[in-house]
């Protein structure tokens, strides 16, 4: 990922107010999605019910043309780690599907993510989306005035690599949100606790783990965005935007009612819900 712009941005509190409006809509369109998602559906066909949803509410896609990526949503099935493009192969039980979904808003910005498995699944892949998921909040917590952008990437790191030999890749990292998709700061998954920038009341990050079952080797395929696994087993991705505040993050994003419509849908294997 490329930062042009070198600046951080600390939001108003009216600014944040217009971004949680942003991240709540892609929140909302992930929600469809978790209505509708079952074997025999295909990734176009999600794609084509993202960008209808939030035009009807007004909002643009943020990904679609962005350094010339062709298509409204990522759909990372399987191996795929990130960038997967939607297409017309239906997916089958046991996919584990991450939709990854931004939008402007008002001139402002929501990316999020959420990862589903379709089916059912083996008990290594359910302990990856759990603990992938567990790692994201584990981050979440660290992003309090006063603590450092390396506290938050050593807290998912510490989760997910130390403690359970999954892979975190290197190459992908989270990021700043607002007026842009990808503002300063980076937001990796890995790093060292007191290192880093110091974090400041109202800076936005999305914050997203990329956790793979083996190693953390990944690939680009020829269509220059697709990352894959190099060994070829599932990885997982959960993003959400979050406020730096003083005592306790805010998360703009809202994965409550995704999680209410997955667990409504029989045809999906529902993830753990974690409190914050
Ligand atoms: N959440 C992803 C990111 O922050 C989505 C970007 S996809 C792109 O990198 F196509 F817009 F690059
Ligand atoms: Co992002």
């Known amino acids: 990922m490329s930062f042009s712009k070198n600046l951080v941005y600390y939001k108003t509190e009216s600014e944040i107010l217009l971004m949680k409006e942003a991240a709540l809509l892609v929140s909302k369109t992930l929600t469809e999605v978790a209505k509708v998602l079952k074997a025999g559906i295909t990734t176009l066909q999600i794609d084509d019910l993202c960008s209808t949803f939030i035009k009807d509410h007004k909002a ?149 783990p990329m956790i793979n079952m083996g190693n953390k080797e990944v690939f680009t395929d020829k269509d220059g965005w697709t990352v894959r696994t190099k060994d070829g087993k599932p990885s997982v991705h959960f993003e959400h935007d979050v406020c730096v505040k003083r005592n306790k993050a805010l998360i703009l994003s809202d994965y409550s009612i995704i999680e209410a419509a997955e667990q409504a849908n029989t045809n999906l294997l529902p993830s753990p819900v974690i409190s914050f």
């Open 60 to 208: 643009i896609p943020s990904f679609l043309n962005y350094h010339g990526y062709p298509h409204n949503i990522c759909a990372s099935v399987n191996d795929v780690v990130v960038h997967g493009f939607p297409n017309s192969t239906p997916l089958v039980d046991g996919d584990i599907v991450s939709i990854d979904f931004g939008v402007i808003l008002n001139g402002w910005h929501g990316d999020h993510a959420y990862t589903f498995v379709l089916g059912d699944t083996t008990e290594d892949v359910k302990q990856l989306v759990r603990v992938t998921k567990e790692s994201l909040y584990k981050g979440i917590e660290k992003a309090i005035v006063n603590n450092r952008i390396g506290d938050i990437s050593f807290a998912i790191q510490e989760h997910t690599e130390r403690k359970h030999k999954y892979g975190v890749v290197r190459e992908l990292v989270g990021h700043g949100l607002g007026k842009s998709l990808h503002e300063d700061p980076q937001m990796p998954n890995f790093g060292s606790r007191g290192n880093g920038m110091k974090l400041k009341e109202n800076l936005v990050l999305a914050i997203e």
